[in-house]
């Protein structure tokens, strides 16, 4: 069965601090792997896509990676800021219509 | 920016009633998609649909659901008999040129079966 796991299910870090998040998945067919940001009651926010053959995107303060090979990625989180409090997903596209495979997400709590 | 938008916000409904959830995807894009997000759960693939067809769906949609694309800009979808787990968040989203592209996902509407 397709899956995609996350870890931690939540964190709590200070402003200012670094954090990285992890997504282990199973999916296959892969087509390309996501980053979504969550905020609570509201529409997931695109951060990155990777492909297979990318091992590192930014957007910002957000870096992921992937390792295809592993079927690993992790978002690295710098500089925390109060605003960065959501839910973080990894979402995996499984084929060519599009179809995504998503994480239960990591809740991430930035205090001042 | 464009964005996706959905209405309404917020749809209450009696178990056994037809719903319609309305969503305006951005005005370029090709492809279009429903999601739901049962309280506390994970996002779920519906359906996506394309040149007026759908072109993949998940198990969950069933006989119940349909989508619609009636006019132009509008893109709906339609639960015929609602039960009470059908109370989640609906997201629309839509991509443009590809669907392995950036798909932008609407706010929501939060469906209440009681």
């Known amino acids: 069965k397709n899956q995609v796991e996350q870890s931690p299910q939540s964190l709590i870090i200070l402003e200012g601090k670094n954090c990285t998040l992890q997504?282990?998945?199973?999916?296959?067919?892969?087509?390309?792997l996501r980053w979504y940001k969550q905020d609570t009651g509201r529409g997931p926010v695109s951060l990155t896509i990777?492909?297979?053959?990318?091992n590192t995107k930014s957007n910002g303060r957000y870096t992921a990676t992937l390792d295809a090979d592993t079927k690993q990625s992790s978002l690295h989180i710098t500089a925390s800021q109060l605003s960065d409090s959501a839910s973080y997903i990894c979402?995996?596209?499984?084929?060519?219509?599009?179809?995504?495979?998503f994480g239960a997400g990591t809740q991430v709590v930035v205090t001042p | 920016e464009p964005e996706v938008t959905q209405t309404p916000s917020h749809q209450v409904t009696q178990m056994g009633q037809e719903v319609i959830l309305r969503c305006v995807p951005i005005?370029?894009?090709?492809?279009f998609y429903w999601y739901r997000q049962i309280l506390g759960q994970k996002v779920e693939f519906l359906v996506s649909?394309?040149?007026?067809?759908?072109?993949?769906k998940s198990e969950i949609f069933d006989d119940q659901f349909s989508v619609e694309r009636p006019d132009g800009s509008n893109f709906t979808l339609k639960i015929r008999s609602t039960k009470l787990e059908d109370s989640a968040m609906y997201f629309c989203?839509?991509?443009?040129?590809?669907?392995?592209?950036?798909?932008?996902f609407g706010p929501g509407t939060r469906l209440t079966v009681t």
């Open positions: 979402v995996v596209s499984e084929n060519s219509w599009g179809k995504l495979q």
């Open positions: 989203a839509s991509s443009e040129e590809t669907p392995v592209g950036e798909q932008y």
């Open positions: 649909f394309y040149n007026n067809e759908i072109s993949e």
């Open positions: 997504c282990n998945y199973t999916v296959s067919p892969f087509s390309n």
């Open positions: 005005s370029n894009h090709l492809y």
């Open positions: 990777m492909t297979f053959s990318e």
